[in-house]
Antibody
Framework: EVQLVESGGGLVQPGRSLKLSCLAS????????MNWIRQAPGKGLEWVAS????????YYADTVKGRFTISRDNAKNTLYLQMTSLRSEDTALYYC???????WGQGTLVTVSS | DIVMTQAPLSVSVTPGESASISCRSS???????????VYWYLQKPGKSPQLLIY???NLASGVPDRFSGSGSETDFTLKISRVEAEDVGIYYC?????????FGAGTKLELK
């Protein structure tokens, strides 16, 4: 059974940093590109970042470019999102999703507030 | 960026009846490989989104065949035949043709 389990969310002050993780199981993680997608409270879906299976290709939404870094460790079956210079508008439920969105995690909530 | 426009924003359907949701892209989603990169997702209340349709018309694994997707290069439709209570939620179209990937605003389906 494919599982994606996010962790690392929490309450953080504006300007601070946070690192999210997504532990994958049930499939060969190193064969798939992965995405971070977020959803602000009561809002729709916003794609944040993508990384190819071997980390050769990485893309970011303009809203996070220069502040967020997506990475992966295929030996640990884990996807990461390093978030810096956090803003109130980054408050959202952050999902990791396998390429094409065939599988999603349950999400981890990031709240940016003083 | 490719803009995805969904209509309607909400729909109320009698159980057993059918429903259609439209999605329009600001640019052709037809790749030179012949694949149209539009996807449909359903987010049930309090749950993570789930994939319904991939590459415009392909039913995702485990999805009832009451769901179907169709369209052209820029205009797409999700049809739900014989709506059931479990179909309630917000439906999103999304394009995975090019970065940044983008989604429609969502269509909320309710039962009458």
């Amino acid at each position: 059974e494919v599982q994606l389990v996010e962790s690392g969310g929490g309450l953080v002050q504006p300007g601070r940093s946070l690192k999210l993780s997504c532990l994958a199981s049930g499939f060969t993680f190193s064969n798939y590109g992965m995405n971070w997608i977020r959803q602000a409270p009561g809002k729709g879906l916003e794609w944040v970042a993508s990384i190819s299976s071997s980390s050769s290709y990485i893309y970011y939404a303009d809203t996070v470019k220069g502040r967020f870094t997506i990475s992966r460790d295929n030996a640990k079956n884990t996807l990461y999102l390093q978030m810096t210079s956090l803003r109130s508008e980054d408050t959202a439920l952050y999902y990791c999703a396998r390429t094409s969105g065939a599988y999603w995690g349950q999400g981890t909530l990031v709240t940016v507030s003083s | 960026d490719i803009v995805m426009t969904q209509a309607p924003l909400s729909v109320s359907v009698t159980p057993g009846e059918s429903a259609s949701i439209s999605c329009r892209s600001s640019k052709s989603l037809l790749h030179s490989n012949g694949i149209t990169y539009v996807y449909w997702y359903l987010q049930k209340p309090g749950k993570s989104p789930q994939l319904l349709i991939y590459r415009m018309s392909n039913l995702a694994s485990g999805v009832p065949d009451r769901f179907s997707g169709s369209g052209s290069e820029t205009d797409f439709t999700l049809k739900i035949s014989r709506v059931e209570a479990e179909d309630v939620g917000i439906y999103y179209c999304g394009q995975l043709l090019e970065n940044p990937y983008t989604f429609g605003a969502g269509t909320k389906l309710e039962l009458k």
